[in-house]
């Protein structure tokens, strides 16, 4: 059974089969990989003692605010000009994750891969806290047909937040689909079960598949691990 189109974006939403889909799921949890629509404010720097004056600079507007209009494009579809924000906002305001998180998300809806994947490194870089970036890294990553940084994006994602469902659902789709590796993705796909908190009945199949697959293998190893070694049949003198 082919998992490749139920990769998700968030961990509030159920797999689902479009970057379009995914854009508007995700979109609220870009910056941060919580519910928070703040673009992802850098720690300020520490003062120091004898700070000399600084030299004025033009004023960029209220980094939150062109955020929050940028996100209202994006949910919008009118990805032109939300593309457009995100990347005045990132030039403006270098240090914050928020805008290469969606520009990452943009990119990726319109097959860009590369760059998608560069920006959602970059968020990831700037913010190594945010599970949801690494998160959609796996997802891009495997999109690239580059398994393996996939698979440790996903587990990046799950180290700094080990509730996540969406990612534990997307590591078990990779280890099961794309890795050959379906005995490792049963736990992740029976953690995303437990976390989601629902029935998923995509999931449950694929759960059986795996499990009926474990038990053929168990019945076909077990006749030769006991059969009875046969008697000898030598000539008698």
């Not at 990831?124 to 940084?149: C, H, V």
């Not at 990046?156 to 890795?179: C, M, Q, R, S, T």
Request: overall charge positive.
């Amino acid at each position: 059974m082919n998992r490749s189109s139920k990769l998700v974006g968030t961990a509030a939403s159920r797999p689902i089969t479009t970057w379009t889909t995914l854009l508007l799921v995700a979109v609220l949890t870009a910056c941060g990989g919580g519910k928070t629509t703040k673009p992802d404010r850098p720690a300020p720097p520490s003062p120091t003692a004898n700070a000399e004056p600084t030299t004025p600079v033009p004023d960029k507007g209220d980094p939150e605010a062109r955020f929050k209009q940028a996100l209202e494009l994006m949910k919008g579809r009118k990805t032109a000009e939300a593309e457009s924000a995100f990347l005045k906002l990132a030039q403006d305001f270098p240090d914050y994750a928020g805008p290469q998180m969606n520009l990452g998300i943009l990119y990726a809806k319109s097959n860009r891969r590369d760059v998608a994947i560069s920006a959602f490194s970059r968020a990831a870089t700037m913010n190594p806290q945010n599970a949801s970036a690494f998160n959609w890294l796996g997802i891009a990553n495997r999109e690239a047909g580059n398994y393996p940084r996939a698979q440790q994006a996903y587990e990046k994602a799950l180290a700094v937040k080990p509730d996540y469902a969406a990612a534990h659902l997307n590591l078990g789709i990779l280890l099961d689909e794309y890795l050959k590796q379906p005995a490792a993705a049963l736990p992740h796909y029976q953690e995303y079960l437990r976390l989601y908190g629902k029935e998923d009945l995509r999931v449950l199949a694929w759960m059986a598949e795996i499990q009926a697959s474990q038990k053929a293998a168990e019945a076909t190893a077990a006749p030769s691990a006991t059969a009875p070694v046969p008697a000898s049949t030598g000539a008698r003198k």
